[in-house]
């Protein structure tokens, strides 16, 4: 076996810190414990010890009377020292409560905060580490968030990925004191800014307090991305204007009503895969020194951690103990904290059983299934991990939504030249129906992303061939060399008119072709205002203007936020393109009556005209220098008020292509929604159907069919 069979704990009210009865009530699972200790901590670091009593189940509880809010704790769990069984208990580390709801104090890096001694990994350190680690806060109760009034369906929502300090750090609208902040984020500035973009839901780059690595804080960085949690129950205390003890809960809270009111919902991207303590030669401040086999996934000697994370550690959702944890902290977190979603990190990592093999029946998921909390709440995949088999897009069902990492990499190839044909294109634009098309899944069940915060932004995919990371102190070496982009002739800036003019037209094609492809599109937060991190890709250790939005280049780059407002609205007002199932060009009937109309629900054109409809023939779908492609949309739901269609047109050629539009049942006549070229570039409003259109070189256009 690779792990110990524990106890699992059935009243998890015992669990954490609780004020009831006049004080407050503890509580630990650590069944392999010999003795736990509750360490009462005051501003000087004094220390009043109390002991706690074991249950059945392994939970050791006490109560403290006269304790409150704001009281800093500990655990002090003693136990045999014996890695080569996963046991490396050390009370002489004062360890962090797993169900913490808030979280105090850093790390000092350079403090005893390792179990072990500087000569051996598996010899003890007796040194008290009392003065180096977080603390534990007690929290009082308080009401959740308003909750929003509508839950967004998937296939109307576009989700917006950014993280909490980035975000306002420089934002000029948002008093100083509270950039970088939840308050921040919750300024009404900010607020309408999302509105206006078309954003219904923010995805929060990790808020579960998180520390940074030891070998970043050695070379002066530190870890601002946030994957590497602490605390699943603490919101992040640094991300506070007003203070961490407790109060980071409370703002959190604000926050979230605050965008509710608004309409937008908050989705969090969750990392319950790994642990902030990194293997067993780093720091321990909860989780190893509570059980090292039991939270953690181990070899089968026992010694060290089987890491199919890529950080050190991976949790162990195969001890029914540890996955309770896990769907606790959701449901806290949806009833308490008032999310709407999560997005899962390495989610692969959570489905492996106790010999570490992938199941897609693993009782993580049956859980979520069947609990009533998480029914209606939003559930992203990021369906991999680093192990073997890890690589799991498609595989989730039908309660999932995933991350598509296939229409990530076809988009960027496509617009930078190195696709040949459209067959792909087609595919992707329609849902990547070669993933997802079976087994009863939606057509929501795609994430569409061309960027997210791990690579380059959308502008610099268009401005560097190559990543620019000296900044994070790895000689360039770390981040991905499989960007997929093209710097259009100039690495780096330039004040080149016509080059920027082709990265501007590069970005709204990109941008056009996720908010109009059928799944549920994810915009990087700052790209529909041209963000850049200049050219590093991977900026996980740059809390700095490196990674921080920039809101001085909204003016330079207005015409990419227009496009993205114009395609945002166009798929809230229209149900055509918030698709719940895959389309397969069935016929579009009339409300009343089985009578066709001539229609189908989607359709490809080539733009020449051929004897029959102008559809795409075999060899026009095989020729590998195509670059043009025509996709006609008609609304074919029963219960429709309107007939509604849209022929969009995506031209990757170099050169402008005159194309004819189809006639017939298809139209009347189109009129022209928007195109990414340059204002005035394509003249007239309205187009005859069996007329001719000429689109520029490397342009999307949009027209509304009557």
């Known amino acids: 076996m690779t792990h110990v069979d524990l106890p699992t704990p059935t009243d998890v009210t015992l669990l954490g810190a609780h004020v009831r009865d006049g004080g407050t009530s503890f509580g630990l699972w650590a069944p392999r414990a010999t003795r736990v200790e509750l360490a009462l901590v005051d501003e000087d670091r004094t220390q009043h010890n109390f002991d706690m009593t074991m249950d059945a189940e392994g939970v050791w509880t006490t109560h403290v009377p006269g304790v409150g809010a704001e009281q800093r704790y500990g655990y002090r769990v003693h136990g045999e020292w014996?890695?080569?069984?996963?046991?490396?208990?050390?009370?002489?580390?004062?360890?962090?409560?797993?169900?913490?709801?808030?979280i105090t104090g850093g790390v000092d890096y350079s403090g005893p905060i390792l179990d072990h001694t500087p000569e051996s990994d598996y010899l003890p350190d007796p040194t008290d580490s009392f003065a180096a680690v977080p603390l534990s806060v007690v929290v009082e109760e308080t009401p959740p968030p308003a909750p929003v009034a509508r839950r967004v369906p998937l296939a109307e929502s576009v989700i917006y990925e950014l993280h909490v300090k980035g975000y306002t750090q420089l934002h000029p609208a948002v008093p100083e004191h509270l950039r970088g902040t939840y308050a921040g984020l919750a300024y009404p500035a900010v607020i309408d800014h999302l509105k206006a973009t078309g954003v219904t839901a923010v995805e929060l780059l990790p808020v579960h307090h998180f520390v940074s690595e030891p070998f970043l804080i050695g070379r002066g960085l530190s870890n601002y991305w946030g994957y590497n949690s602490l605390g699943f129950f603490a919101p992040h205390a640094a991300y506070c204007s007003v203070g961490t003890m407790g109060q980071q809960v409370r703002e959190f809270k604000e926050m979230v009503s605050a965008l509710h009111a608004a309409g937008i919902e908050v989705i969090l991207d969750v990392v319950y895969n790994h642990t902030g303590e990194g293997g067993h030669e780093g720091p321990t401040l909860s989780f190893r020194g509570i059980d090292h086999a039991g939270y953690y996934r181990l070899t089968h000697d026992?010694?060290?951690?089987?890491?199919?994370?890529?950080?050190?550690?991976?949790?162990?959702?195969?001890?029914?103990?540890?996955?309770?944890?896990?769907?606790?902290?959701?449901?806290f977190w949806v009833t308490e904290m008032g999310v709407d979603g999560f997005r899962f990190d390495l989610v692969t990592t959570l489905l492996r059983?106790?010999?570490?093999?992938?199941?897609?029946?693993?009782?993580?998921?049956?859980?979520?299934?069947?609990?009533?909390?998480?029914?209606?709440?939003?559930?992203?995949?990021?369906?991999w991990d680093v192990g073997p088999y890890g690589y799991q897009v498609g595989a989730f069902g039908p309660r999932w939504t995933e991350w598509n990492d296939r229409f990530r990499g076809f988009v960027r190839d496509f617009w930078r030249g190195n696709i040949g044909g459209v067959s792909e294109l087609a595919v992707r634009l329609a849902g990547s129906t070669d993933v997802f098309d079976h087994s009863d899944r939606p057509a929501t069940s795609s994430i569409n992303f061309v960027t997210a915060h791990d690579g380059f932004t959308l502008r610099d995919l268009v401005t560097y061939d190559v990543k620019h990371n000296s900044a994070n102190g790895e000689s360039n070496r770390d981040g991905s060399d499989d960007n997929r982009s093209w710097n259009c002739g100039y690495e780096g800036e330039t004040d080149d008119p016509a080059i920027n003019a082709l990265r501007h037209r590069q970005t709204k094609n990109m941008m056009a072709t996720m908010l109009l492809s059928t799944g549920v599109p994810m915009i990087l937060a700052g790209d529909e205002i041209g963000r850049t991190q200049g050219g590093n890709n991977n900026a996980y250790c740059q809390d700095s203007p490196i990674s921080w939005v920039h809101w001085d280049t909204q003016q330079t780059w207005e015409d990419l936020h227009r496009l993205t407002t114009t395609l945002t609205a166009l798929r809230a007002q229209h149900p055509v393109f918030a698709r719940t199932t895959f389309r397969h060009g069935e016929d579009v009937r009339p409300r009343r009556g089985r009578k066709k109309t001539g229609r189908k629900n989607i359709a490809w054109f080539s733009g020449y005209p051929h004897d029959r409809s102008g559809e795409m023939t075999d060899a026009e779908w095989n020729d590998p220098g195509r670059r043009t492609l025509g996709m006609y949309l008609a609304d074919d739901r029963p219960e429709r008020e309107a007939d509604d269609a849209y022929l969009v047109w995506i031209h990757a050629g170099v050169d402008p292509v005159t194309v004819e539009l189809p006639g017939g049942a298809w139209a009347s006549g189109y009129s022209m929604i928007c195109h990414t070229g340059a204002d005035g570039e394509i003249e007239g409003d309205r187009f005859a159907a069996d007329g001719m259109l000429t689109i520029p070189g490397r342009t999307v256009v949009v027209l509304q069919a009557d």
């Open 302 to 331: 026992q010694r060290n951690d089987y890491d199919v994370t890529g950080c050190g550690n991976s949790v162990d959702t195969s001890n029914p103990g540890v996955l309770r944890m896990i769907l606790d902290s959701l449901r």
């Open 82 to 102: 014996a890695p080569e069984d996963g046991r490396r208990f050390n009370p002489a580390k004062l360890l962090v409560d797993p169900y913490a709801r808030a």
């Open 353 to 383: 059983d106790s010999e570490h093999h992938v199941r897609q029946d693993h009782p993580f998921k049956a859980a979520i299934a069947d609990d009533p909390v998480l029914a209606d709440v939003k559930m992203i995949a990021e369906p």
